[in-house]
Structures are given as C-alpha cells and as structure tokens.
C-alpha cells in the first residue's frame, strides 16, 4: 500500500515539474543540444592528435571511418599532413571554435531556460498560496511557506539547470568515450571499466542516507526561518518584555541544531567523495600502468595510449560527479516535495451551480453548529434573523464564538451540510460563489493588519480602482483624515511594517477606512472599534450611519456603549445565544448584557 502511495506521490511531482517546465522546455532543449554538440567536440580533439602522432607523423595506416579518410586523402593524404602540421593545428582550432560556441549558446539557453523555470514556479505559487484555505494557512507557518517559495524554489533550479542538463551531456560523453576506447583496445577498456560498477552502486546506496539528511536540514532551516520571521514582526512584544536574552537562546539552539546536522551531512558527503575518488583514481592508475604496458608489447601505439587516457578522463570525471550530482539529487527531491506539499494542498472550490446572488437580503443563521479541526464544539445550534439594512451588535466573553460566526459567513471556514446552514435574502452561502460574497462583505478584524506601504495605499488596497476623493471620504467616516494631514506627508506617510508607526486607534480607524471605500452592503466590526475612545467610536458609527444607511452592519464589542444603537443584539455565551433584543429590553433583563451594562455604565471607561 505504501509502495503503491508512494509511487502515486512520485507520478504527481513528476506532473508538477514537468507543469513547471512550461515556457522553459524549449530553452532545455537547445541547451541540451548544444551540450551534445560540445560533447562531440571533445570527442574529436584526442582523435586529432592520435592521427597526428600515430599515422602524421608515425607512418601508421589510419583506421578512421570512411568519410574521415576521403577528407583525408582530398587534402593529401597522411605524408602530407605530416610535413604540413599547421592543417591539423587548424583542425583542433575549428573544433575549439565549435565547443566554444557551443558552450556559449548551452549557457545563454540554459540560464534563460532556468530563470523562466524559477519566474513559473514562483507565479503558480504564489496564485495558489493566495487560493488555499484560510484553515490551511493557520496550520502552516509563515516562515516555512517563504523558504519554500524561496531557498527550495532555487535548490530545484540549480539541480535542473547544472545537473539535468549535464546529464545528458554524461551520458554521452560515457557512450562514445567507451565506444572509441573499445575501438582501440577492448581489453584495456574493460580494465578501466572495472571500478565503475562499485562506484554506481556504492552511489545508490548512499542516494537514499543523503536524501534523509537532506530532508531534515530542509525541515530546520524552515524552523529556523520562522522563528527568524516570528521574532522580527513581533519585536515590539519582545523589546516590551525584555524577552531579548531568551529569544536569542532560543534561536541559537535552534541555530546549533542546523549547523550540527549540516556538520554531519558534510562528513557523510566528505566519505562519499572520498571514497569515489579513491576508486577514480585506481581507474586512472590501471589505465596508465596496464597502457604502457599494451605500448611495450606492440598491441597498442603512442597516439592511441595518449588518445585512451584523454576518453578515460572523459569517462572518469562523469564517473566522479555522479557523487555530486547524486547530492543534488538528492537535496531537489527534497526540495521539490516541499513545493508539492504546496501545490497538492486543495485551494478552495466553489459549488459548481455557485451563483451571484443578490447581497442586499436578509441574513440568517439556522441551526449553526462549528468546531475547528480537531478541536472542541465551538458554536451550538446557533439560530437568529439578521433583517436587510438593519444593525446587529453581538456580545460575548473571549471564546464565545463571535469572531467564529462572521468567519463562516465569509465563508474563510467552510460549513459542513450536516451543521446547519447561513443564507444571504434566502440563497445559502454554499451556493453563492466565493469571490463575489467576499467582494460583498466588508471585514475589520479584531488584529487590523496595515501593509508597509503608504496610507493612501492601504486605505485603496481592496478598491478595484480607487481615488483619492473616495480615500479621502472613507479616511473621514473612519475619524482619521484630520490625523493624516497633520502627518508631514499626509496620505503619501509611509506605513511601517504591520502598521507599526501608527497608534492602535489610527491603525483600527485605517482599517475601518479601507473597508468603507468599497461601500458593501454587508459590514462588520469585529470588535475594530476597541483602540478608540468612546467619543471618536461614536463619530464612526454616525457617519457609517449616514453614509451607508442602507448596508447591514454587524458590531462585534465589548463595550455596551458600542451596541446600544443597534436594531438587534445577541448575548453569546459558551458558543450559545443566551439572550437576544434590543439594548432597552437587555439592560434590565436580569442577563449577562445586564451585568456588564451596570459594570460600565459605573466605571469610567479607560481607552487607548
């Protein structure tokens, strides 16, 4: 069963690479072509120079195929070029120009071929990244997916455009050094040929221990690098903390692992190519000894002894890099897994009868029960009507399931059919497709996330094409426009990473303004508005009144001064709806609203 899965495995990375390899399969092409164009010409050098000492200039009667000797004879014949060795001077010169041209035309196409590979890769990658489930992404951390995308994206490259392509280039350096030394001296070939069988399967079998390591040094550099991410985007806290001394400890253990298994992974590599040169050069040493020795007994000549060691170079370097690229094997298989981890991963489908539903209808919950994966019951038989164009405020303690019901109805979680069902004016989001219900919905999460860009930017982010006029009406139903002009550069100021030049009622109000220029007919607050003091919270909620009347907005807070104004409120409690109204009808109910209503309203409210 495993055999037959992983077999399944290899067939479908094979299909990705090769998906990959569009645009860049014809540039292989040609650099393969024009390796085996330089292969050839090596091949031609040691058989110029055998016929210049054996029949040039030895007197020997020339056994080249026939073509060779017709050109041969048209110029003269051998005594001829051997008083006039400047001809076959020029002949090694016009096979040099060859390889030389060759080998620029294999570099230029092979660079090109590998850049296009890497450009593919990163573009299908990305695509689908921004495709994949939101659960998908909560399971994967950040810094892993980027040494993915980046370090195992180049480790594939650099197999396919310095090692695939000269396995081609090998395989027939092998083939036709093997079949010109058996031209010459059959048993002195079989004699060079002895080591390789132990090299070839000594490299097999190291293949599989490599490949191993591999895997785990890939494994702890993506720990490393997201530890390295983590620590960066979160400075802040750590600095706050003085959690520095730790955080380094942290790091430098993990560091030291790395380092440890990339130690060990250079020892076991160290005895491979140790071992094969050793093998290599007995090679070489039974070809020297037992070719003077064919010399001497008369059954091989000068030209050819000085050709044979010239193709046993040939067939010995081959020989010597299949440890070298056996560890590159080795290290893109690994590499190449990780990417498939990726491009395997399902991204989301919509029902096929998907359709763009009317979002301007009532919303209903009917029966909603959710639990994340592998985890506890969040939400239990959730039940209520959200009427069209009114304001729904939902309260609850930290874990009660707020965040979780704007979730499903943003569809970032899928609903299974047996746990009830959220329809938008009577169509069920299953039904809805995906694109158009997000572009429909307008989110301010709890954690607003600002990107390192300029605010105008971040404001028009979601906007297929925004304006400055409508940034700058967004920026003021948020409460923010007077903020950004008294900034020196006004809309134009840099936003630092996640927003951290900006406070966390301006970083909320931004977010608040980058939702608002869409102007959806669905809006929520998922508790966006706690950063800000309880004045500038009422401000936003007049002017998203005025200006978007019309739009059903859900308010997710803690704070009852936040939710008074609303058409409905729902008290959750343990994934539960345990009481629902309005604020006047809550406020003395006798319930959780109660109680929290009196808390505040007798405590002087401290903000941000």
């Known amino acids: 069963m495993k055999t037959k899965q992983s077999e399944t495995n290899k067939k479908q990375t094979a299909a990705l690479l090769w998906h990959f390899l569009k645009g860049a399969k014809r540039y292989f092409l040609v650099a393969i072509l024009a390796a085996a164009v330089t292969a050839l010409a090596d091949m031609l050098q040691p058989q110029i120079i055998r016929a210049a000492i054996d029949c040039a ?134 004699i060079a040929l002895i080591p390789t069988p132990v090299i070839i399967l000594y490299s097999f079998h190291f293949h599989r221990k490599v490949h191993d390591g591999f895997e785990e040094c890939d494994e702890n550099e993506g720990k490393l690098s997201a530890m390295a991410q983590e620590n960066l985007t979160g400075v802040r806290v750590v600095r706050a903390f003085g959690q520095e001394r730790a955080e380094i400890d942290k790091f430098q253990k993990q560091n030291q692992r790395y380092t440890k298994l990339w130690e060990d992974m250079g020892k076991t590599l160290s005895r491979f190519w140790s071992t094969s040169d050793v093998l290599s050069g007995i090679q070489v040493m039974l070809v020297v000894i037992f070719g003077a020795y064919f010399c001497i007994s008369g059954s091989l000549h000068s030209g050819e002894y000085i ?69 506890p ?34 569809k970032l979680y899928p609903l299974d059919e047996s746990c009830g069902r959220i329809t938008i004016g009577g169509t069920d989001i299953r039904k809805i497709r995906t694109e158009h219900l997000r572009r429909n919905i307008g989110m301010v999460l709890q954690e607003p996330y600002l990107f390192s860009r300029t605010i105008a930017e971040n404001i028009g982010i979601a906007a297929s094409a925004p304006d400055m006029q409508a940034i700058r009406s967004a920026a003021e139903a948020a409460a923010l426009d007077s903020a950004i002009r008294s900034f020196a550069f006004g809309y134009d100021t840099m936003v630092g990473e996640r927003g951290v030049t900006l406070s966390g009622g301006q970083k909320q109000r931004a977010a608040i303004a980058r939702m608002l220029v ?27 009144e005025k200006r978007f009347g019309t739009a059903s907005v859900i308010l997710i807070s803690h704070r009852i001064t936040t939710l008074s104004a609303a058409d409905k409120i729902i008290v959750l409690d343990r994934g539960r709806i345990v009481e629902e109204g309005t604020h006047d009808t809550l406020k003395s109910a006798g319930g959780i609203y109660q109680k929290i209503y009196e808390t505040q309203s007798g405590t002087q409210e401290v903000t941000a």
Request: proline letters at 3%; one cysteine or more.
């Open 57 to 190: 200039l030895g007197g020997e009667e020339g056994d080249f195929p026939t073509f060779v000797m017709e050109l041969v004879d048209r110029v003269g014949g051998f005594p001829y070029l051997g008083k006039h060795l400047w001809i076959m001077a020029l002949a090694v010169l016009a096979v040099a120009l060859v390889q030389v041209l060759s080998q620029y035309a294999f570099r230029v196409c092979n660079t090109k071929a590998s850049e296009t590979l890497v450009k593919t890769m990163r573009d299908r990658l990305f695509s689908h990244i921004q495709h994949l489930p939101f659960s998908w992404h909560m399971k994967n951390r950040t810094g892993d997916i980027i040494q993915r995308c980046t370090s195992d994206i180049d480790t594939t490259k650099n197999f396919l455009s310095e090692q695939l392509t000269s396995i081609f280039r090998i395989s027939l350096l092998l083939i036709l050094s093997i079949t010109f030394m058996c031209s010459m001296h059959p048993i002195l070939t079989l």
């Open 518 to 544: 869409n102007e959806t007919p669905i809006m929520i607050f998922d508790d966006s508005l706690s950063a800000v003091d309880t004045e500038t919270d009422a401000k936003i909620r007049s002017a998203i």
């Open 377 to 410: 019951q969040i939400l239990h038989d959730i039940h209520f009507t959200m009427k069209a164009g009114t304001t729904l405020g939902i309260l609850g303690g930290t874990g009660s399931g707020k965040s979780t019901l704007m979730l499903l109805l943003d």
């Open 307 to 375: 050709a044979f060691i010239s193709y046993n170079s040939m067939m010995v370097w081959p020989i010597r890099q299949l440890g070298r690229m056996i560890s590159e094997l080795s290290k893109a298989g690994v590499s190449i897994d990780r990417v498939a981890y990726i491009m395997h991963a399902p991204t989301e489908q919509d029902d096929p009868e998907a359709i763009d539903a009317p979002m301007d209808g009532d919303i209903c919950f009917e029966h909603v029960s959710f639990a994340y994966e592998n985890g």
